[in-house]
């Protein structure tokens, strides 16, 4: 009886370890699909949001070689017209179907390249500011706040700013160092375009200055290094590829405004013989004549402008990366 009652304990426990395992295979194999199953889902996943990046980064070079394509199909009766020498004609003149760029593209260069000039200072020094020496409190938040809002501004209304508020401070300056007193020209637009770029510079800055591995610095602090030998010797060369992006990016910045160096450049056709003189820039020129344009060839010319400032971005963007690259290695 014993050992009648011994095997039938043993055989229910076989059967329950039995059940036991085949239990725990299908629950094993249950999970073995679905990890299938979750692998298939996440490479289709995957697949899909790499095609839509494909997708979307090839509309947007098709959409800059279709903007470029465009000012090209729309600037050929100018191109035909005039030529070559439409870069470096001197005179602008409508009326006589004479036109030249150079003024134009002589003060767009100027204007843009002194408010880079100008704005370097103010960027590099609001972004060790706000990168470097305070990161946190009430202060810094509130000058990131001002720095962000000067971004924000419409240009229309730093150009109001500029006719009430800077013409006048300029040609007080221009009376006091024996200059014609105009007050609009290229060097007021140049200290308007470089307010305007400060913001773009310097948040890419901070950014960068925050990005500096910790241990660097203390490693320079430890060796006796001061707080201005940290920043030449550790900071700025860690993140001197990203300083001169910022610099690109104001640059481009510059390049394209137009309706804030409408308002003070002096809109005049004539070369610029000095910074304070009265000037024009291609996009402001685009802007004041683009709907007094009675004639095919005068519109293909302004389109043709258009295409010159276009030209003109690349080339810049071009250099600066070429540059940017030399400054990394």
């Known amino acids: 009886m014993e050992t009648t009652a011994n095997n039938d304990l043993i055989t229910r426990s076989e059967n329950i370890l039995e059940r036991v395992i085949t239990s725990t295979k299908i629950r094993d194999a249950v ?23 494909t997708i979307v980064g090839l509309v947007t070079v098709l959409l800059v070689m279709g903007i470029m394509l465009t000012l090209i199909v729309q600037s050929t009766l100018s191109i035909k017209t005039t030529g070559i020498s439409y ?43 706000l990168g470097e020496y305070y990161p946190k409190g009430w202060l810094p938040n509130l000058l990131k706040n001002t720095v962000e809002l000067i971004a924000a501004v419409p240009s229309v209304i730093y150009g109001f700013w500029g006719l009430a508020v800077l013409v006048p401070i300029v040609r007080s300056f221009e009376s006091s160092i024996g200059v014609d007193p105009v007050g609009l020209g290229i060097f007021t637009s140049s200290l308007i375009l470089a307010i305007m770029v400060i913001p773009y510079a310097a948040s890419l800055g901070q950014s ?36 001169f992006a910022g610099i690109l990016l104001s640059l481009g910045r510059a390049l394209g405004e137009t309706m ?3 308002m003070v450049i002096g809109n005049t056709s004539l070369i610029p013989k000095s910074i304070f003189a009265p ?21 293909s010319a302004l389109i043709e402008l258009g295409l010159v400032l276009f030209l003109v971005t690349v080339v810049i963007n071009m250099i600066g990366k070429r540059l940017t690259k030399q400054f990394t290695n």
Do not use: C
């Not at 820039?281 to 519109?299: K, Q, R, W």
């Open 31 to 53: 999970k073995g699909i679905k990890r299938i199953r979750r692998s298939h889902r996440q490479i289709r996943a995957e697949n899909v949001f790499r095609r839509t990046l």
């Open 87 to 129: 870069l470096w004609g001197k005179t602008w003149d409508p009326v006589r179907d004479i036109f030249g760029a150079y003024p134009f593209l002589l003060g767009t260069l100027l204007t843009s390249f002194l408010a880079l000039f100008i704005s370097i200072p103010f960027s590099f020094a609001v972004a060790i500011f």
């Open 208 to 243: 960068m200055i925050k990005m500096v591995p910790a241990n660097l610095k203390e490693a320079a602090y430890s060796l006796g290094a001061t707080r201005w030998e940290v920043i030449r010797s550790v900071i700025i060369p860690y993140t001197k590829s990203g300083l």
């Open 260 to 262: 804030a160096v409408t």
């Open 279 to 299: 000037g024009n820039t291609m996009a402001s020129v685009i802007a004041n004549e683009f709907t007094e344009a009675d004639h095919p060839v005068y519109l």
